[in-house]
């Protein structure tokens, strides 16, 4: 049985412990959030026997296997550190870390100390993107001719101390949410030849809407990543890859479809690995790409098996071209 201890106990912690809930052979041991109440509900509902007010204390005294963080992500690398010194696994959330620095640390830390470490870019492991990748990879459709990918979303208030509208702590949208299709871009094409972002900032100058483009040899990506649309609007995570055998299109909660070149449209079969509910809020109603990566994490680390997918090194170079597309509009607030 391997033991986990979650550091934060707030939206995605929450998501997290209901997927080891779920999962064989892992057993949520202890938990630790600097509000004790929401430490305290989340060990009652799943059974955690230690409860801590800070991370730090989990990682020294804990008996458990893997750490487990879903910190604010100023807080991400402070705390990676230390339980990979302490001998633990790590699952880290995405952006994994802050800063380029912060990134090189955390991978000399993962050498010297040889840790399992995960870093939560989920996509890499959700239904609509696996088929996407397995797509690019196979070659199915030939060659990519264009790509635009949207994360576009009311503003996330739920975060402690409001965390996430605050650019010391969260890098503004143009990290925390745009690194999840920064990530997969490069996850399916590689490093682009060259990029151009553009922004747009609230009346404090915090970039709230981030729109790049890439080149890849005569491909051409588009990413657009927004968080301060009106309360009420949509969320929208989607992509439109344009091949040169077709066209393929997907939505959230509306599955992938297929439009041939010669004519026609094909709703493409995907049948979700994992169908649980979250009871959480947020975005996604789903568990299934949390479920996914945290199966992949904890099999992986029960079997001795290296960790392929949503790597460390991989996890930081997204974080160093997001911050690059920061630095190109002139800093996540000016
Ligand atoms: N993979 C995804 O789809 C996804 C979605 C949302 C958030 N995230 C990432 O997950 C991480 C956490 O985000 P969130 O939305 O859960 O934030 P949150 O504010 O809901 O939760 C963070 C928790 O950390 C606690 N905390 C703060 N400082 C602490 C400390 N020193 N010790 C212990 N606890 C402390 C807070 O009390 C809070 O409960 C971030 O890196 C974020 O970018 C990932």
Redesign the pocket.
Known sequence: MLKVGI?????????HAACYDVLEGVKLCAV????GE??AEMAEKYGAKKV?????DLIEDADVDIVDI????F??TE?AVLAMKKGKNVFI???VCFTKEEGKILLEMEKETGAKVQV???LRFADEWVWLKEAVSNNTYGKMKTAVFRRLSPS?N????N??HNVER?GSVAL?MHV?DVDFMRYLFGEPDSFTATAQRNDKGIIEHIFTTYTYDKSVVTIEGCWDFPVDFPFEESYRIKFEKGTAVYKLGEGVTFYPTEGGSEKIEIKPSFEGVNDIG?N?SSLG??YNELKYFTERIASGEPLLVATLSDAVKSVELALAEIAQVGGAQI
């Open positions: 550091i934060g106990c707030g939206f995605m912690g929450g998501m630790a959030d600097a509000r929401n430490a801590y007010t800070t991370g730090k879903c910190l604010p992500t807080l991400h705390h959330e995405k952006p939560g870019q989920g996330p739920w975060g402690w101390e965390w996430l969260s925390d999840h947020g996604v790409e949390y």
